[in-house]
């Protein structure tokens, strides 16, 4: 009974010890593989720019069904102006308790820009153009594609997921401007066409606390999110397995973590920016 316990013991500390290790060693293989993808980007801006052009076209505008409603553009457009119109009602209800109803103006141009347009759009792209990068290179994986390319003397890391990487920091640039701008958009029609504020107190305290500085933060948010959500879906679709069944649960690995690392990086990113302060002065 002695001897029985202790070993037990050792078993159970083995296998925990083995869990870590295997942990760490995933981590380093996807650090591995965000350094190769990273370095790949001049050789595929050189060497494979016919592809490049094809999967910006595809991740702009989209493919098959996607393409009738307007592919991506049409769907970020959707979702900021959703939550965008939420500004209105939140902040002009909120705002009216109080009796500052005034500053719904002011609620637009400092949440739609710092939180809002970034965070909608990093969900936008971790369910469009992520959710379709993972599932095509998962499926050139299980069909054995990808080693056929290595066969040809294709570069696949530059030719599959440099270029997607690329592609998508390319095609959030007009993202982002379509997701402001309909932000923007909603939230003046609701605050002044549906609670009926003027149109020129909304747009005093919009353009007064509208900083030009924060839109480039936010641009540059959007860009560093959509490298690493490419680079976390590229990864699980490159390394996927167990034919379709391994395919969807790597899509579905892919979203989750592309998902919470764009949070977290939202987060770090307005910490850097704006700091304690803000970079804000709500003064009269």
Known sequence: ??????SRQYAR??????????????????????ARTLASIPDAIINYRTELLRLIAQMGLGTGALAVVGGTVA???????????????????????????ALTGFASA?????????????????????????AQLGAMRI???I?????I??????YLAATRVIAGVVVVIPLYCIAVMMAFFAARLGTVVIYGQGAGVYDHYFNTFLNPTDLIWSFGQSVAMTVVIMLVHTYYGYTASGGPAGVGEAVGRAVRTSMVVASVEIVMISLAVYGQSGNFNLAG
């Open 1 to 6: 009974m002695s001897q029985t316990l202790p």
């Open 13 to 34: 500390l083995s296998r925990s010890l083995d869990g870590v290790v295997l942990g760490w060693n995933r981590i380093g293989a996807q650090a591995q593989f965000y």
């Open 75 to 101: 769907i970020v457009g959707f979702l900021t102006m959703t939550t965008g119109a939420l500004v209105a009602v939140q902040g002009y209800n909120q705002l009216a308790s109080v009796g500052f109803e």
């Open 110 to 134: 400092f949440f739609n820009v710092r939180l809002i347009v970034p965070g909608t759009t990093s969900v936008a792209l971790s369910a469009t153009i992520g959710a379709g990068a993972t």
């Open 143 to 145: 069909n054995e594609e």
């Open 147 to 151: 080693d056929a390319l290595e066969v």
């Open 153 to 158: 003397g294709i570069r696949s890391v530059s």
